[in-house]
């Protein structure tokens, strides 16, 4: 048994008792009847559904049951769920189709067709990173399409539905819905890829190859490398169904030796990782615009890494990213297999968030699947993908590794008012950030309690891929640690000046160079002095009411916390969605579960929030941190969208945690919040670029409110809309702006509006 404690309880406590009837006696019993060692079948069935029955819904690859047992046929008839509209794109396409991506006002997208052609970037623009050829050796995605067979659908690889059917003698529509079934049907596929049974794990090793289905033989053996890190280490959770299951850890177990496999090294990914160049396209689409990124000439700055999900297979990406009319985004991550195919060099610019900014200082990230099934089919291979992948831009970008860095496409903001009720909702309340987290080597806790505590009790879904790594090169693991602790560190020493500090440093600034510095607006006749006199009363007055210095992190356990959606069928929109774990937390207008919740006037304008899976109005997420207002009873108070917003936070199961870390409060009655942090119009004097208005959003904060502050930017803008990018100019302004936890989504203040607590 795995000796995980928790302030004196098990990990059996945090799991519940492992019984030898269940999901783990299905297990045990299904590799006694076909030879096959239990714990190469447990770490199979954990990387492809993290051991969970999905209630016998097909995954994006057309895979059913703890073994995804793939039935392409059956999963492409109509299953009456998921294909939100409102996400954007038609059926079957990307999650991208609608909305202006680019978010660039002053070169807003043309109206285009949501349907991209099947095109080939290939022979036309198939510019690899820097570093490296186009990667001829990769062939693209490995699900094959509805007028073919696909690899796994073969009699020589694959997890094929159809082919356990035979080999058991099982109906296919028992393999498809009997969690016992399709564990058999996954033990004897295991034993036919298995040419000398053996009770060694470690001489399983081909035949988990064989089992992942990959075209390529990289992939192939990255999938069942990563099957047998999982067995190293171990794993345990409950299931979907509420099975608990546990892998005993067998840490000296090795596969035998294989002959190094040759890659082109052209993709910006780990060394470890299944990466292909996959290129979007950069070519004139008319009428003096272009598609479907921007390139830089220079070195860009990195800040942030958006979590997206694609609204659709991967089977398509290919013929999306290579459209100039499209859109882009940075990387894919596959759900089967956790493949990874990159699109655009990480220092070029990609139109996928919806907002410029953010698009200029950020890396996109897609992943196969659908907002409102993501809590099925986002597996742990992609999981464990992506965390590797991140990990790796993380360390190369200086990014922290927290969730003022790492957003979802929910957490982008809107550029104005008008763009808030569009932006996207992915990759929704069903993502696992705790889990994901973990797997970075960068848990989400701030309470204070002991590593090894923390990892039992938000960790024992997995061990984080970052043990391995760090086997691997330990140097590079510290290094990338230290780097990210200095960059916290130079943002807090720089969030402690003074809003004091501030005002000098401005006119300082103006001093030396007037036409650069923009000055706070003022009414008619208001001198600085007296501008200056309002902000202390505003001052006085927040302490007078009380500065609010605690803060908390949303840490609710995945698992247990299920909240009631609805819009989880297309055809039924008020239909409740079957109970899964999630990671958001309701957020209510009083502490008590009948009050409404809270309303988001941007998100909906003029209407009430609903409990729709895709309307994070009145939700907050796992890892984010807000500033408390209060408490009563088993219910905390925090402050949100410029009110109290109220959520169950009982101590005998939290969904929150203390937290340190710095606060912004108001200096003015009323401070205003921006999308973007864009600078003021004299620092575009002799740019040559049209000055770009600071909308502001409709939200202000007010004395005696805090907000946690995320980390702080120098404004600028980035004029890009020319082919040429040595064309493309930067406009950086002296104003600072404070990036705070607003609402689920991320926005931003002018220092010298707010005053940085602690």
Sequence with gaps: ???????????????????????????????????????????????????????GRPSTDGGYGPMHLVDLETAARPQGRGGHA??????????????????????????????????????RDGRAPAGGSADVSARG???????????????????????????????????????????????????????????????????????????????ARSFADEVF????????????DGFAVRLAAAPGLRPPAAPPLRRAQTAECPATLACEWMPAAYRRTGGGDYGNHDRIAGERRVDYIVIHDTEGSYDGIKSMVADPDYVSWHYTVRSRDGHVAQHVRTNDVAWHAGNWDVNTRSIGVEHEGYLAKGGAWYTEAMYRASARLVRHLADLHDIPLD????????????????????????????????????????????????????????RYAAPPASRTQA?????EHTAAKRTAAEHTKDERTAAKRTTAEHTQAERTAAGRNPASHAPAP?????????????????????????????????????????????????ARPTRACEPHGASTVWLRTEPREDAPLVDDVGKRVGKPSTSSVYDHSARVSTGQRFAVAGTRGDWTAIWYLGRKAWFHNPPQNPTAVPAGGPLVMPLKDEVEVYGRAFPGRPAYRGTGVDFQERVPLPYVIRPGQAYALGHTVRSSYL???????????????????????????????????VRVVR
């Design 719 to 753: 004029s890009a809309g020319s082919y040429d990018p040595g064309r493309h100019v930067t406009v950086t302004g002296r104003q600072r702006y404070h990036q705070i936890q607003l609402g689920h989504r991320v926005m931003y203040v002018k220092a010298r509006d």
């Design 229 to 240: 890190t999982v067995i190293r280490e171990g794993a345990a959770r409950r299931t979907d």
């Design 86 to 123: 409102g996400h954007g794109g038609q059926s079957g396409h990307h999650g991208h189709g609608s909305g202006d991506a680019r978010g660039d006002g002053a070169r807003p997208a043309p109206e285009r067709s949501a349907t991209a052609p099947d095109r080939d970037a290939g022979g």
């Design 471 to 475: 086997r691997h090169n330990p140097a």
């Design 403 to 458: 969730r003022a860095h790492i957003l979802g496409h929910d957490n982008v903001p809107g550029t104005t008012p008008e763009t808030l009720p569009g932006m996207h909702d992915d990759p929704g309340p069903y993502w696992d950030w705790a889990h994901y987290f973990d797997l970075m080597g960068s848990p989400l806790h701030a309470d204070g309690r002991s590593q090894e505590d923390l990892d039992a009790a938000r």
């Design 522 to 570: 003022r009414g008619a006749g208001e001198t600085r002095a007296g501008e200056a006199g309002r902000r202390t009363a505003a001052a006085k007055k927040s302490r007078a009411d009380g500065d609010t210095t605690a803060s908390v992190v949303i840490l609710p356990d995945y698992g247990t916390n299920q909240p009631a959606f609805t819009g989880c069928v297309k």
């Design 141 to 219: 995605p490995a699900g094959g399409s509805a007028g073919g067979p696909a690899p796994w659908e073969s009699e020589v690889t694959g997890p094929s539905l159809r082919r356990a059917a035979r080999l058991t003698g099982l109906p296919a529509e028992h393999l498809r819905t009997d969690p016992a079934a399709n564990i058999r049907g996954g033990a004897a596929l295991l034993a036919a890829y298995q040419p000398h049974p053996t009770d060694d794990p470690a001489g399983w090793y081909q035949a988990v190859v064989r089992y992942s289905g990959a075209r390529d033989p990289f992939t």
């Design 1 to 55: 048994m795995l000796q995980w404690v928790v302030a004196g309880l098990t990990a059996g406590a945090l799991v519940g008792p492992v019984q030898d009837h269940g999901r783990q006696g299905d297990f045990a019993e299904a590799a006694r009847e076909y030879g096959v060692p239990v714990s190469v079948l447990l770490g199979v069935s954990y990387l492809q559904s993290r051991w969970d029955s999905h209630a």
